[in-house]
């Protein structure tokens, strides 16, 4: 894809209010000369690349913490990914795992938005081989 023009996927967390439809619906009321196609995830957007940039930050307005967006390698409706055109679909379970990490995500920017403090985790101890012995023969 050249860089005058991109695709970007716009995926909405689980536990936020906005539906698909209405994030679609929002972008096509925006007036700009862009394509937008509606997934089970949110949406796609491609055109001109500052253009998409532009309706990817106000589509955010809505809900910010909630509307996660990243570049999309092939076009809307291309044949080789749509599905409507019986194209592959390598990746779909990426999309999936990272749709249900975004409910975490959209938590931990909310903690920051409330001006909560934001410990780092403490490193888990590794086990020594003994240990993993230990445990592996009083379980059999």
């Known amino acids: 894809m050249s860089e005058e023009r991109e695709t970007r996927l716009l995926m909405i967390s689980p536990t936020s209010n906005i539906t698909p439809d209405q994030l679609s619906r929002t972008i096509h009321s ?9 997934t089970c995830y949110g949406c796609l957007i491609e055109g ?3 253009v998409v940039r532009r309706v990817r930050d106000r589509a955010r ?6 509307i996660f967006s990243k570049i999309r390698a092939y076009p809307a409706s291309d044949p080789r990914r749509c ?11 990426q999309l999936e795992m990272e749709w249900k990490a975004l409910t975490n995500i959209e938590a931990g920017l909310d903690a920051l938005d409330r001006g909560e403090e934001i410990k780092e985790p403490t490193p888990k101890k590794q086990l020594s081989v003994m240990e993993f012995k230990k445990i592996c023969e009083a379980n059999q």
């Open 61 to 66: 307005e809505m809900d910010r913490n909630a």
């Open 83 to 93: 599905r409507a055109q019986h194209g592959t679909r390598p990746g779909y379970s």
């Open 30 to 38: 925006m007036g700009e000369r862009i394509t937008v196609k509606e």
């Open 48 to 50: 001109p690349s500052e």
